[in-house]
C-alpha cells in the first residue's frame, strides 16, 4: 500500500514509531428484532444486569486505579458512572423494550444515538464532547451483553506492545488505564480535541499522541506501520524505508537529548552572566512532587488543589474534609523537603467543573469560578485555608489565590485567610503565621490594576493561559478558535512586561505558571521582560533550564525591549526566534 500522511490536532511531545493496533470500531452496529411480549420482562432483566454489570466494572476501575494513575482519569471514569446512573441511560431503554418490544440492543442504541443527536445540538464544545463518553458507556454495555472483550485480542497478546501504536475512533477512560500499564507507544484517535481525555492522559504520561484525525481508525489497517510526530499532529502511515530511517534518527536524536537532558537535574540554573533564576515545578497531586524534584525543581511554583476535589463526587463521594485535605498538603510539603510549595486554593468552574458545581453559568468562563466561588462559600473555603495552614507548620507553604480581579476580593480573601488562622488559634493548632499569601494575575483588569496587588500581596504568579483567553476573548477549550490563542499577542506581551516590571519595582516576587513558562522557544523572552521564576510541567523543566544556561541577558533584554516596541506579528516572531541566535 502507499504511503499517506494525515493531519490531526498535537496534543503531545515526540515521535512514535510502530505497527498499528487497531481498536475495534464503535460497536453500535447492533442486531435488530422484536421481542415477544411474555419475553419482555426477561428482556428487560438481560440489559439491567448488564448496565448492574458496567457499573460493577467501573467501581472495580475507580478503586483500583494506582496511585500513580493521572489524577484527571478518576474523575473521567466518574463521568462515566454518572452517565450511567442517569435516568436517560439507565431507565429509557427498558422503557424501550417495555413500549415497543425492541431487543435490549437495539433499544439501547437507539436511546444512545437520540442522546448523541441532542449532544450535536450543544453550542458548548466541552459539553458536546461529552457526547463521546454517552457513547463509550453505551458500547461497554453493548460489550456486556453481546459478550465480547473489553478490548478484543488484547488481554491474551503475549507480544510486547511497547512498539504498537493505538488507532481507534475514541479511546475511553476505562481503556485508557490497560494501554498505561502497557506501556505503549503512542495514540491516534479520530475524535478528540486539545481537551479531549485521550489528550490529557496522553500528555500525562508523556507519550506521544495526534488526536482529531477524522477517519484515521478507517485508513489505517491492523499493522500497518505508522508514525506519530506528536509535535506537528501527523500521522504518516505505511512510510518508505527512507522516511522511516529519517524519523528513526529524529527519534533517536530526542532521545539522546532527553538524556542529556537529565544531566542538568542538579545544574543550577543560572544564565551566562550570572542571574539566578528559580525553577518550579506545577503538580495536580502530591503524589507529583516526585516527578518535580527528579527534574531538579527547587519547589512547587503552583499546586493546583482542585484536583484533590474533583471526580470523587461518584460513587457517593463528598468533597474532600478539611483533615483529608490537611493530609495532602503535608504529604506534598514533606515530600518537597524543605523546598517551598505553593497551594493554590480551590480554582474550579469553567474547563475544571466539579460535579456539586455544575455549570449551570450561561459562560461558564466568566461565571462564578475559582476565587469568586469560594467567597461564596466560605464555610468551603475556611475549610480549605484551614488545611493549607495547618500544613505550613510541616514546611514551607505559600498561599496563591486565582482570579482575583478587584480590590474588595482580595480584602474579602485576607480577612478570610486571618479568620482561619484565628479559628486555629482557638483550637490550639499550629500553622506558619507569616505564611506568604500571594494573587494569579491572570484577569486583564488585574494586570492594569497592579498597584491594588502590590500593596496587599506578598507576590504575583501570572497565569498565561487564562490571561490570553481573558485578554484575546478566545475560550481556551474551544478548538474552533484555538487559531487565535497567541502568546505573542502584543497585547500579552504588555501584560506580561507590565507585570513582571510593576512586581520587580515594588519588590514582590512575580512568577510566571501558565504554560508559556515551560515553552522553550518563550523562556528567553520572558527572561529579558525580567521574569527569574518560572513554574511548569516538570516534564519541561530541564529543556527550559538548558535555555536559561544558554542565556546572556546583556544581549536579550536590549532585543526584548525592541520587541515591545514592535506590533507586526510577523516581526514579533522573527525577532522572538532571533532572541535564540546568539
Ligand atoms: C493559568 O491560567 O495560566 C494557570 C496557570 O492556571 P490554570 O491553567 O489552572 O487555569
Ligand atoms: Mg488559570
Known amino acids: 500500500m502507499a504511503s499517506f500522511t494525515l493531519h490531526g490536532i498535537p ?3 515526540g515521535i512514535a514509531i510502530g505497527r498499528a493496533h487497531l481498536l475495534a470500531p464503535a460497536a453500535l452496529d447492533v442486531k435488530h428484532y ?8 426477561a428482556e428487560v432483566q438481560r ?5 448492574d454489570t458496567v457499573h460493577k466494572e467501573l467501581q472495580i476501575i475507580w478503586k483500583e486505579l494506582p496511585p500513580d494513575a493521572p489524577a484527571e482519569l478518576g474523575a473521567f471514569i466518574d463521568v462515566h458512572a454518572l452517565i450511567l446512573s442517569d435516568p436517560m441511560i439507565s431507565e429509557m431503554p427498558l422503557d424501550i423494550i417495555r413500549s415497543r418490544h425492541y431487543n435490549a440492543e437495539w433499544a439501547l442504541v437507539t436511546q444512545i444515538d437520540e442522546l448523541s443527536a441532542q449532544f450535536d445540538e450543544i453550542e458548548d464544545a466541552y459539553l458536546r464532547e461529552r457526547k463521546n463518553d454517552i457513547q463509550q458507556v453505551g458500547e461497554r454495555v453493548l460489550k456486556i451483553l453481546t459478550g465480547s472483550a473489553a478490548l478484543p485480542g488484547m488481554k491474551s497478546a503475549e507480544e510486547s506492545t511497547a512498539h504498537m501504536i493505538v488507532v481507534a475512533h475514541d479511546i475511553s477512560p476505562a481503556d485508557m488505564l490497560q494501554f498505561r500499564d502497557r506501556a505503549f507507544a ?8 486539545q481537551n479531549s481525555h ?17 477517519n484515521a481508525s478507517a485508513l489505517i489497517a491492523q499493522d500497518d506501520w505508522v508514525i506519530i510526530d506528536g509535535d506537528a499532529g501527523v500521522v504518516i502511515v505505511d512510510p518508505t524505508p527512507a522516511v522511516l530511517e529519517q524519523y528513526r534518527e529524529l527519534q533517536a536524536r530526542l ?7 537529565s544531566r542538568l537535574r542538579k545544574t543550577p540554573a543560572v544564565t551566562r552572566d550570572g542571574t539566578e533564576i528559580t525553577m518550579l515545578a506545577n503538580i495536580e497531586l502530591p503524589e507529583d512532587c516526585a516527578a518535580a524534584l527528579d527534574a531538579g525543581a527547587v519547589g512547587v511554583g503552583l499546586f493546583r488543589s482542585e484536583f484533590l476535589f474533583m471526580g470523587r463526587t461518584g460513587f457517593g463521594h463528598r468533597l474532600p474534609s478539611e483533615d483529608e485535605q490537611f493530609e495532602s498538603y503535608r504529604q506534598a510539603v514533606v515530600a518537597m523537603k524543605g523546598r517551598p510549595v505553593t497551594i493554590r486554593t480551590l480554582d474550579i468552574g469553567a474547563d475544571k467543573p466539579l460535579d456539586t458545581a455544575e455549570e449551570t453559568a450561561l459562560n461558564p468562563a466568566l461565571g462564578l469560578r475559582a476565587i469568586r466561588y469560594c467567597l461564596a462559600e466560605p464555610q468551603m473555603f475556611l475549610a480549605q485555608l484551614r488545611a493549607i495552614l495547618r500544613a505550613s507548620a510541616f514546611g514551607p507553604i505559600k498561599l496563591l489565590i486565582p482570579m482575583l480581579a478587584h480590590a474588595f476580593e482580595i480584602d474579602q480573601t485576607l480577612l478570610m485567610i486571618e479568620q482561619a488562622k484565628a ?6 493548632k499550629k500553622f506558619d503565621p507569616l505564611i506568604p499569601v500571594g494573587a494569579m494575575i491572570e484577569i486583564p483588569a488585574a494586570a492594569l490594576t497592579l498597584p491594588l496587588f502590590v500593596k496587599r500581596m506578598d507576590f504575583l504568579s501570572i497565569g498565561t493561559n487564562d490571561l490570553i483567553q481573558y485578554t484575546l476573548a478566545i475560550d481556551r477549550v474551544d478548538h474552533e478558535v484555538a ?6 499577542h502584543p497585547a500579552i506581551l504588555y501584560l506580561l512586561s507590565t507585570t513582571i516590571s510593576i512586581g520587580a519595582k515594588a519588590g514582590i516576587p512575580v512568577s510566571v505558571c501558565g504554560e508559556m513558562a515551560g515553552d522553550t522557544k518563550l523562556t528567553r523572552l520572558l527572561l529579558g521582560m525580567g521574569l527569574r521564576e518560572f513554574s511548569m510541567h516538570p516534564a519541561q523543566l530541564l529543556a527550559v533550564k538548558q535555555e536559561i544556561l544558554n542565556s546572556d541577558l546583556s544581549v536579550i533584554v536590549p532585543r526584548t525591549k525592541k520587541i515591545m516596541r514592535t506590533f507586526e506579528p510577523a516581526a514579533i516572531m522573527e525577532a522572538v526566534d532571533q532572541l535564540r541566535v546568539v
Request: hydrophobic residues 45%.
Open 11 to 13: 496534543v503531545s511531545r
Open 34 to 41: 422484536l421481542i415477544a411480549e411474555e419475553q419482555v420482562e
Open 47 to 51: 440489559l439491567q444486569s448488564a448496565i
Open 186 to 193: 503512542g495514540f491516534v484517535t479520530d475524535l478528540g480535541g
Open 198 to 214: 485521550t489528550a490529557i492522559v496522553a500528555r500525562s504520561l508523556d507519550i506521544p499522541a495526534a488526536v482529531g484525525m477524522y
Open 255 to 261: 532521545v539522546r537529548e532527553r538524556k542529556k537532558l
Open 423 to 428: 479559628q486555629l488559634r482557638e483550637a490550639h
Open 483 to 488: 487559531h487565535l490563542y497567541n502568546p505573542l
